[in-house]
């Protein structure tokens, strides 16, 4: 990384290149060059080129001069705001920076060491001895006294940072392995904190005396003879506390400073820094408001700064798990500042993590095209294109990452996946390998390591990587891996292929599966039951209590808006409904909200907003959820009901239309059952008939259990048994233990897991006309029904 020194030299050596007129600024027609030079291998159309350079016009509006155009401070300022790479078009210029500069440094430093200084020596040696951030015209230190103060606190911090060193007590960490969150993290320079992250030790007596010395320089900062240079001490105290990772310290001197100047964008802003880094994201998310609040209010003095408000904003939102809001920002930023490619990865990365993986394809590609060796951009795009079914594609682009980046963990990781994914096992061993090399104690990487080997049919080193994998974590599926492992090696079962190392099978036609009672449940209807058990631990809504949808619905109004057709509806945009949700699901961690939102907008979303609207029927939504949320069926389909009433048109009544109740149907069915389609529910008649439906009538429609949602009571029944286990019975197929219900063939008497069974797999040595099976939800009804057998043959004898 170029220092701030040789930075704004190399950009100075660009802007001479271009300003052909040497009037000190870069017109238009200069200005296109530029944009054309430093992307050689970029065929620009003249609206591409004209849109770039009105938008850099507009976003600097404040470094033009005239008719001259953009000022070399503006152009600096575009590199500073992340719209290029310094380095980077620097060397496709083919540009060298003047020895006579390297002189002029040369000399500079033997001045500063004279114990005669002339002013000019004394201004250098003030911009060698503090970091890039002070010299920078806008942000930087701007009283001679706060100068003394930033002399005397590097002192103190390199005096704690030698005897904490010294004593062992300095812990670091390499970050290098990891994608880099992409946010902006100072409003001058684009200085990025060390890759190597410090850990200092805070409950030590070393520490203890420098946070009092600290204190004295706060003093100082407070008794300065106004309130801007009192402003500018603690900003600068911050600053220099920042740069050495002092991050509680450093906040301590944002806040005062926030006190000192509260409509200032940089004390919010800064502060906002400080706390993401702390793990602090729903304060860091109120200061980026706060700074967003105060550059909004500002005009045009802090316009340049939104794009980076905008971002860090959008990743504070993302700590809090809240991606679908993140994506509106990272949007806004890189529509104020299109080259930013880091808003443009960040857009990209958590359109991905919500499932819409051809938009995210599109701004992870943009951000690529504007930096080549973006290698996490490489990596999220290579996730994108294999969730889309690109996979060989996606393989060319994960590898691409890994040149660029060669322990980068999560390409290697998810390479690895993919390879699974494809079969090809021994490969997904070595990418898991090189994870554990960069991140030794990386527990699923060892576990997917072990099942990739036991897929390769290498099994004594599967059975080491799993023990491996047990000494990193306690996790309950390892100890299922293990015991599924014994069970191969017991019945000594050759792999048929699978990821889980699957033994050989049949899968039979539906019709040759048949029940001996009405209690058992029907195949296919188990196998959507499934699917919506699934849906429901996913996204954790079988932990939501339905009466929350109802309290939402009580005690938050909604305003009436109007569709297309000019029909009133109670419909609100997506980052508003993930708010709710996140009241509905305040009990999850940020990083498992994410997967929730991402899998209710692939599933859900979808369906309800079909025209791509961002807007979606509240009403509709709450009716949507209120069936597989937790409490008795009855609250359920009240709850439903109820959530249909509050929309507009059945608002004030205690019934609902008829066409409100067939397509809240159809559109349950099709989110949930989606194998049967919504085009069986188009023969249900009355979607223009004008009569009302009671409670009662939606009760019959709801539990029809051919049109209607009749499959909920199997749903209930895999809610109270899925955590059932029956004792040493393992699945005749797959030979995991059986979780849930047994389903035992009555004939050969093997027993299959729910899954096996919903797919119809038998064993190979039981090759039947047809299957008769009896499904038992626990141990205890196998074992009663042993003993009716029983006493059913005494008597017979």
């Not at 990865?345 to 080549?372: D, N, Q, T, W």
């Not at 008649?685 to 909920?712: Q, R």
């Amino acid at each position: 990384m170029s220092t701030r020194g040789s930075r704004s030299e190399k950009v100075k050596r660009i802007f001479q290149k271009f300003d052909s007129n040497r009037d000190g600024g870069l017109n238009r027609e200069e200005m296109a060059a530029l944009v054309v030079a430093v992307n050689p291998r970029v065929k620009f159309s003249d609206e591409q080129i004209n849109a770039i350079l009105d938008e850099v016009f507009r976003t600097y509006g404040e470094f033009i001069d005239g008719d001259k155009g953009l000022t070399y401070d503006g152009l600096l300022r575009t590199y500073d705001d992340g719209a290029g790479d310094v380095d980077r078009d620097f060397d496709a210029l083919e540009l060298e920076l003047n020895s006579d500069d390297n002189k002029g440094i040369s000399m500079a430093s033997e001045a500063s060491s004279s114990l005669i200084l002339d002013e000019t020596a004394m201004e250098s040696q003030k911009k060698q001895r503090t970091a890039a951030w002070a010299v920078s015209p806008n942000h930087g230190i701007v009283f001679d006294d706060t100068w003394k103060i930033v002399d005397d606190l590097e002192i103190l911090v390199k005096r704690l940072k030698a005897k904490q060193s010294k004593d062992g007590k300095l812990k670091g960490d390499n970050f290098d392995a990891y994608s880099d969150a992409g946010w902006s993290r100072e409003l001058g320079p684009s200085s990025e904190i060390s890759e190597k992250r410090i850990f200092w030790e805070e409950s030590g007596h070393d520490y203890a005396v420098f946070v009092k010395e600290l204190g004295v320089l706060r003093s100082r900062a407070d008794g300065a003879r106004s309130r801007e240079e009192a402003f500018d001490g603690h900003m600068a105290i911050g600053r220099v506390l920042y740069e050495h990772q002092l991050f509680k310290e450093a906040l301590v001197s944002f806040k005062r400073a926030c006190e000192l100047q509260p409509v200032d964008v940089r004390p919010h802003f800064r502060a906002g820094n400080c706390l993401y880094v702390l793990g602090r994201y729903r304060e860091s998310k109120e200061e980026f408001l706060l700074a967003l609040e105060a550059a909004e209010a500002g005009g045009n003095q802090w316009a340049y700064l939104l794009p980076q408000i905008y971002v860090n904003l959008g990743i504070a939102l993302e700590g809090e798990g809240m991606v679908l809001s993140a994506c509106e920002y990272y949007r806004e930023a890189a529509i104020l500042c299109p080259t930013h490619f880091r808003a443009l990865k960040l857009l990209g990365s958590a359109l991905f993590g919500v499932g819409e993986y051809m938009a995210a394809v599109k701004a992870l590609e943009e951000a690529i095209f504007m930096k080549p060796d973006y290698a996490d951009a490489h990596c999220d795009l290579a996730s994108a294109l294999h969730a889309m079914g690109e996979d060989e594609k996606a393989i060319e682009v994960f590898q691409k990452a890994i040149d660029l980046k060669p322990g980068h963990v999560d390409a290697l990781y998810n390479l690895g996946g993919l390879y699974m994914d494809l079969g090809r096992f021994q490969r997904a061993s070595e990418m898991y390998t090189r994870v554990l090399a960069v991140w030794p104690n990386h527990w699923r990487a060892q576990l997917n390591k072990a099942v990739s080997l036991l897929g390769a049919g290498e099994t004594e080193e599967a059975k080491k990587a799993l023990k491996e994998a047990l000494k990193m974590t306690n996790r309950v599926e390892l100890h299922d891996a293990i015991s599924h492992l014994k069970q191969l090696q017991k019945k000594k079962v050759k792999p048929n292929g699978g990821a889980n190392g699957e033994g050989t099978f049949v899968i039979v036609e539906p019709s040759k599966f048949k029940t001996v009672s009405e209690k058992t449940t029907l195949r296919q209807e188990l196998a959507n039951a499934l699917q919506i058990r699934a849906f429901q631990r996913i996204t954790r809504l079988g932990r939501c209590d339905v009466d929350l949808l109802r309290k939402e619905m009580n005690e938050n109004d909604v305003p009436l808006s109007y569709s297309g057709g000019g029909v009133p509806e109670k419909s609100i945009r997506k980052p508003n409904l993930e708010e709710i949700l996140r009241r509905l699901l305040n009990f999850l961690k940020p990083e498992t909200f994410q997967g929730t939102v991402k899998a209710i907008n692939e599933r859900v979303l979808s369906v309800l907003d079909e025209t791509g609207s961002g807007r979606v029927d509240l009403g509709m939504f709450y009716a949507v959820l209120a069936p597989i949320c937790s409490g008795s069926p009855d609250k359920r389909r009240r709850i439903a009901f109820d959530a249909l009433l509050w929309r507009p048109a059945n608002q004030g009544v205690s019934q609902i239309r008829k066409v409100d109740a067939v397509g809240y149907i159809k559109l349950l069915r099709a989110i949930y059952v989606p194998s049967h389609g919504v085009s069986e529910m188009l023969e249900i008649h009355g979607e223009t008939d004008s009569s009302l439906v009671s409670f009662n009538d939606f009760l019959v429609m709801f539990n029809d259990p051919d049109w209607g949602f009749g499959i909920m009571s199997t749903l209930i029944k895999l809610e109270s048994g899925d955590r059932n286990r029956h004792g040493n019975h393992v699945c005749s197929v797959c030979r995991y233990p059986i979780i849930g219900s047994r389903f035992k063939e009555m004939k050969s008497h093997f027993s299959l897991c729910n899954q096996c069974y919903s797919e119809g797999k038998v064993p190979p040595a039981f090759k039947q006309e047809e299957y008769k099976f009896k499904e038992y939800g626990s141990e205890a009804e196998a074992m009663k029904d042993k003993c009716m057998c029983f006493t059913l043959q005494s008597h017979n004898d």
